[in-house]
């Protein structure tokens, strides 16, 4: 019943900067969180970053804390996620998520209602 669309994917040469947005359409209740997941090839899928949609509550990896910035635009229900000091192992599929609960550590185990299509992110070395 949420349809994502996440934009902004690319190539980088490691040490750059992106930045991903991800715009939420259909049965887009306030009562939620919506972060931003990656997956490696031949790895599983893991948790990035949360953000709450009713406060300024956030979640960040370990791996991404300090160089990562999740932020939100309620009025447009669209979320970002910009990537600064990206590394040749960040390369991977960065997909949007979407949680119909107020907890952001439920978000991070993967607990996921709603996943966009992912977008390519390549860092080069």
């Known amino acids: 019943q949420v349809q994502l669309v996440e934009s902004g994917g690319g190539t980088v040469q490691a040490g750059g900067s992106l930045m991903l947005s991800c715009v939420a359409s259909?049965?887009?209740?306030?009562?939620?969180?919506m972060g931003w997941f990656r997956q490696a090839p031949g790895k599983e899928r893991e948790f990035v970053a949360g953000?709450?949609?009713?406060?300024?509550?956030?979640l960040y990896a370990d791996s991404v804390k300090g160089r990562f910035t999740i932020s939100k635009d309620n009025a447009k229900t669209t979320v970002y996620l910009q990537m600064n000091s990206l590394k040749p192992e960040e390369t991977g599929s960065y997909f949007c998520?979407?949680?119909?609960?107020?907890?952001?550590?439920?978000?991070?185990?993967?607990?996921?209602?709603?996943w966009s299509k992912g977008t390519l992110v390549t860092v080069s070395p």
């Open positions: 259909g049965r887009t209740l306030s009562r939620s969180v």
């Open positions: 998520a979407w949680n119909n609960n107020l907890r952001l550590d439920i978000l991070a185990t993967k607990r996921v209602n709603y």
């Open positions: 953000i709450s949609r009713i406060s300024e509550d956030t």
